[in-house]
């Protein structure tokens, strides 16, 4: 009986008080939810844009993205938005809508919105791109490469 007790107190102790795994890890949302949080409250937003077959941008998810002190940092000063460079989706900013041109004309088919935002001048877009925008939505800097967590926590501060 008392095995039963210690049984019964131990399922519904998980499922009152769940363990939160996601308490060590980045909330990322989407461009639309920033849009109407940036209304409410103003902070810097990231915006992460990779692809599901690059390499160096699972390499970033599992370590800088991983990193205590860089989860810790970007929760407490900034909106995360991570988008799929080659998505389908039509994305609403403000009046404007962007959508992906590319789709069935090339293999790697990058959205409008990666290349308006994450390409350089004279080079085709290539992931990871991090985008740095202030409060107001303004971009400030961008990188285009792979960061370690050292370098993405100096990045961000």
Not at 11 to 20: E, K, Q
Request: some cysteine; overall charge positive.
């Amino acid at each position: 009986m008392k095995l039963y007790t210690t049984l019964v107190f131990v399922i519904v102790a998980f499922v009152v008080f769940p363990i939160n795994a996601q308490g060590n890890s980045i909330e990322w949302t989407t461009i639309e939810n920033v849009e109407d949080s940036l209304s409410r409250k103003r902070k810097r937003t990231i915006l992460y844009f990779y692809t599901d077959w690059c390499v160096y941008c699972k390499k970033m998810e599992q370590s800088a993205f991983k990193d205590q002190q860089v989860i810790e940092k970007l929760k407490k000063d900034y909106y995360t938005i991570k988008l799929n460079a080659e998505t389908a989706d039509t994305i609403q900013i403000g009046n404007d809508q962007f959508i992906n041109k590319n789709l069935k004309k090339s293999r790697n088919p990058t959205h409008e919105l990666a290349e308006l935002l994450g390409s350089r001048k004279d080079k085709p877009f290539v992931a990871p791109v991090i985008v740095l925008f202030d409060e107001q939505f303004n971009v400030i800097k961008r990188s285009f490469e792979y960061l370690s967590p050292k370098e993405l926590y100096q990045w961000i501060q």
